[in-house]
């Protein structure tokens, strides 16, 4: 899809690769099921984990709003935020996803969805009550840059590995554990497929854990620069980052927890008193946003 949002080659290599890394690691674990599993068992545990797969991938939108406990609002509802999204969209170029509306506190927004034409923006009434109109339009810029460049695809099949690796390490174990309660012929080898299954698993998850990190932090920095030139307001999405970081630090960290599973796609995480330099971030720090965001305020302060 193509629109007016600033490209960035550097992110779509970075989608790339992780896409392909991931498609191996996935058949890596396959096939290490294949060896370590009674043949009966292999082709039933694989046909499910590529169907959760599936599912979540189809689904996205759907999983997202219910953990948040979001609905899906019309533009009689909310008529404000989808004039301003109506208004980026005719400036972007592109397709208008469905809008969403979270009632919680905690203030901050995400994009979800398996395709542009399936997608949708969400924020939090929490998010609606502390920003003005063009630090809104910032944040939503922001998340529909996630729509058009398509990561938020990327994210979702990510974000599956994870939990297609821990449900083929329980269908091994149960598998393993039936096949000796049973006393078959392969029953003395459920230890070595257990741990077979458990060591594939685990390099599967660590290495998805490591990608979906690195591309999350990358693709933040990349939507900061593409609603920054598209709004050409990048002080104001500057500001809504602050305001949204104070606000989430001020939410009770056990309220917090409870929202965490969607880090890799919110604004801002719902993580608060800890440090955001660590390997485990998904989110680049405070900092290095604004740092971005003053930059760009400078390069188009400039004469052309």
Known sequence: MRTRFATDHGLTARMTLVMFLLGGLFVVLVVGLMFALPPQYAPIIGVIGIGVAWWQWWN????????????????EEAPELHGMIDRLCAMADMPKPRVGVARMEMPNAFATGRSPSRSLVCVTTGLLQILDAEELEGVLAHELSHVAHRDVLVMTFASSAGIVA????RGVSYGSHVGVMRGGRNSGGALPAILVALLVSV??????????RLLSRYREMCADRAAAYLTMKPAALGSALQKITG???????????SDTALNSFFIAPAISGVSL?????????LEQRL??????QTDLGRPS
């Open 247 to 257: 606000g989430i630090s001020t939410i009770p960290q056990r309220d917090l927890r």
């Open 277 to 285: 330099k660590t390997l485990s971030a998904t989110h680049p720090s």
């Open 166 to 169: 821990g449900m083929l390490t």
């Open 60 to 75: 996205s939108d759907t999983v997202a709003m219910k953990a948040m406990g979001a609905r899906e609002v019309t533009p």
């Open 203 to 212: 390099v599967v998850y660590a290495v998805s854990f490591v990608l979906i």
């Open 291 to 296: 740092e971005q965001l003053a930059r760009i």
